[in-house]
Each structure stands twice: as structure tokens, then as C-alpha cells.
Nanobody, 121 residues
């Protein structure tokens, strides 16, 4: 599976943004997650969705503000982000695994390039 993430940008605190991850290959059988990495920090789990879209998992820091969804017909996974805060500033990566959703980056064998989200106060 090959992934391409896009949709990042610079916004003000309280704004919203929608990230998308476009995939090729047997995407519909894969779980997909979004991770983020701020400068000098480790890559952290943000949200994940299983192959059918019937199961989602969120990091506590984004629960209630971020929504992950997928459209297998269009081979895309989206991350809708609202009420963005400066601490959400990071490079965001989408990743795919043939297994179940995991919060561990090592679980994922396909990664898209990062898309940068910058939130100003």
C-alpha cells in the first residue's frame, strides 16, 4: 500500500482543518492511523480506524476534537480537526497496517510523507 497525505496548513487557534490520506493497493483491507511528530519529539499516535470503518481509536489529547473516517470506494482516509490548538502543531503522517489498529508506530508498514500543520495562538 502506498500512501500520500495532504491538507496541512497554517491556521489560527480555534480553526479547523481536514487532512486526507490517499492510498493505492489493497487499501480496503488495511487499518489506517494518523500520527504526528513535533520538532524534537517522538512520533505519537493521533487516531486510527479499522478496515471497515466500524472501529476507531483516538488519543486522549484529540478526543472530541478530531474525527477519523474512511471511504474505501475512494481509497481515502480523512482526519477532520476542529478547535485546533498550538499544541497540535506537528507534521502529520498517515500509516497503514494489515492488522488491527495500534498506537505503536512500529506496527505500521506503510507510511505517507508528512503534511505540516501549524497552529498559531
Amino acid at each position: 500500500v502506498q500512501l500520500q497525505a495532504f491538507g496541512g496548513g497554517s491556521v489560527q487557534a480555534g480553526d479547523l482543518l481536514r487532512l486526507s490520506c490517499a492510498a493505492s493497493g489493497r487499501f480496503s483491507s488495511y487499518s489506517v492511523a494518523w500520527f504526528r511528530q513535533a520538532p524534537g519529539q517522538e512520533r505519537k499516535f493521533v487516531a486510527g480506524i479499522n478496515w471497515s470503518g466500524g472501529s476507531t481509536v483516538y488519543a486522549d489529547s484529540v478526543k472530541g476534537r478530531f474525527t477519523i473516517s474512511r471511504d474505501n470506494a475512494k481509497n481515502t482516509v480523512s482526519l477532520q480537526m476542529i478547535s485546533l490548538q498550538p499544541e497540535d502543531t506537528a507534521a502529520y503522517y498517515c500509516a497503514a497496517t494489515p492488522g488491527e489498529i495500534s498506537r505503536t508506530p512500529l506496527w505500521y508498514d506503510s507510511w505517507g510523507q508528512g503534511t505540516l500543520v501549524t497552529v498559531s495562538s
